[in-house]
């Protein structure tokens, strides 16, 4: 890139994004920032193009909804993170999907208005990105957020994530149907599968068609799968 679309991308930085951020109490390291509420820790990131040339520069905006305690059940092993990325996020997304309903990239070139780029990266990040970050701040108000938007949510969760958030709040149904649908090669949810909670904390899950008959054993961060056919 040129020394004017360097400068202009800078500013943008310094002028718009970090202001914004350090308003709502964020910390940084570069372009990523972070703030715990709760036991959440919201999460953003100014993503450049890889294909940046010395014509144009092209960004984007990602963020997400960190949880320790779902990364460690993923891991199998106490997780500390004290400034993760978005790409660690067990719910991410990029913002453009919100502001623009499409994987949006704003552009730096010579023909461009940067004020105009500036001016429009201020009015995402307040309208989109602000009622985002005000609004879920616990695991408990993420429920909401996936209910709710889950056209653009849900497909960007592993089910694994999902899996391990619905354990976390509650949500054994939805659970149940998540770890069904995951480890089964095909849907089960027509045949009922019966759920036994044992004394010893074992959450046990039976289910079978005429292809498959298989048994599921949930115990704290586990999850065994036994197929009989």
Not at 57 to 71: E, L, P, Q, R, W
Not at 140 to 145: A, E, G, M, R, S
């Amino acid at each position: 890139m040129t020394e004017i679309l360097k400068a202009q991308f800078d500013e943008i930085c310094k002028g718009t994004i970090l202001p914004f951020f350090k308003e709502l109490g964020f910390k940084r390291k570069t372009l990523h920032f972070v703030k715990q509420t709760n036991e959440v820790t919201q999460c953003f990131n100014v993503q450049k193009s890889q294909w940046n040339s010395y014509h144009n520069v092209m960004f984007t905006f990602n963020f997400g909804f960190y949880n320790a305690d779902i990364s460690s059940i993923l891991a199998d092993k106490e997780i500390v993170n004290e400034f993760p990325k978005t790409y660690d996020c067990f719910i991410q997304n990029r913002l453009g999907i919100f502001s623009h309903n499409r994987d949006h990239w704003y552009t730096l070139s010579k023909n461009i208005d940067v004020r105009k780029t500036a001016e429009q990266i201020k009015t995402d990040l307040e309208k989109y990105l602000k009622p985002m970050f005000d609004n879920y701040v616990s695991l408990d108000t993420l429920k909401q957020l996936i209910a709710k938007d889950e056209k653009y949510i849900s497909p960007t969760v592993s089910p694994h994530y999902l899996i391990a958030f619905y354990m976390l709040t509650d949500q054994m149904e939805k659970g149940r149907k998540t770890i069904i649908d995951t480890v089964s090669d095909k849907s089960l949810w027509t045949y009922n599968p019966e759920v036994f909670l044992k004394q010893d904390g074992h959450m046990i899950f039976f289910f079978k068609n005429q292809e498959v008959e298989e048994t599921l054993d949930i115990f704290e961060n586990q999850i065994t799968v036994r197929r009989n056919k």
